[in-house]
């Protein structure tokens, strides 16, 4: 499977970390995908994907043309053809809302049709990428068009950037009332400037960026010492990260490492490595 990405030029990168493209055969039909501090635009080019929360049978949303997701405070599972084929757009936490312009905690949760909130302009991105004579114009293509949806004039969006900076900088271990405090204004406040821009509440956030740190800091390759990352990930005791990862992955720790070594043994160059997973 085919991975090319396109970080955008300024001022897009402070919202957006990379713009990219998949194509090939993927390795397993059925993915389990765990909350990470990022939110996600995709336009389809391939077969349907289907998507099912957690532990249901029935499919919480079939994806045909394009899609938003947004964040997720427990892991999904998502059903995809054997080729896919795929333009994406991993979004900064605050990123999406300049695009959009509504509450992001209606997409709490959520995975929406481009269509029913950019209407006929999500239909126009998905036919000229189709169109695009090479991946790399397609990815400049996909860059102009968001640029055209742009503004950054928004009410609260810098106090809210520069929180989940200093969330992002201690990778999710700080107190928030210490942090509402450093800013000036109440946790209150905050909370709801961040289920605004964000969709979620900024200690919400912060388990987040810990859990990516965690997942991040596991090499697949050597042995695990979990009392190491329990100390450095500042959970209280080994308990509490088994919780988060319950929670986030449906899985113990030792059965989420197990997961993570036999995605790596099988597939040592995939770029999903430290993403979704088989679902067993």
């Known amino acids: 499977m085919d991975y090319i990405s396109r970080v955008p030029a300024p001022p897009l990168n402070a919202y957006i970390d990379d713009l990219y493209y998949i194509d090939g055969l993927s390795p397993y039909p059925r993915l389990k995908v765990s909350p990470m501090p990022s939110l996600h635009l995709m336009i389809n080019l391939g077969p349907t994907f289907q998507v099912y929360a957690q532990d249901q049978a029935a499919p919480f949303a079939t994806c045909t043309e394009s899609w938003w997701i947004g964040l997720w405070n427990t892991y999904y599972i998502v059903d995809w053809s054997q080729s896919v084929r795929f333009y994406g757009v991993h979004f900064k936490p605050a990123g999406v809302y300049p695009f959009l312009r509504l509450p992001l905690s209606e997409l709490r949760n959520q995975v929406v049709p481009a269509d029913a909130i950019w209407g006929h302009f999500a239909a126009e991105i998905r036919e000229r990428l189709y169109a695009a004579p090479t991946v790399q114009a397609g990815l400049v293509l996909l860059e102009k068009l968001l640029l055209a949806r742009f503004t950054d004039t928004l009410h609260g969006l810098d106090v809210v950037q520069y929180a989940i900076a200093q969330i992002d900088r201690q990778d999710g271990v700080l107190s928030i009332g210490a942090l509402s405090d450093h800013i000036g204004i109440s946790q209150n406040h905050l909370g709801t400037q961040f289920k605004r821009i964000v969709g979620v509440t900024p200690k919400d956030l912060a388990r987040f960026y810990r859990f ?69």
């Open 212 to 280: 990516a740190h965690v997942v991040c800091s596991i090499d697949p390759s050597r042995p695990m010492d979990w009392g190491w990352i329990v100390r450095k990930s500042g959970f209280y005791d080994l308990s509490h990260l088994n919780k988060d990862f319950v929670e986030f992955t449906g899985h113990s720790p030792s059965d989420y490492l197990r997961l993570r070594r036999r995605f790596h043994d099988e597939n040592p160059n995939h770029s999903l490595d430290v993403g979704p997973l088989p679902t067993d």
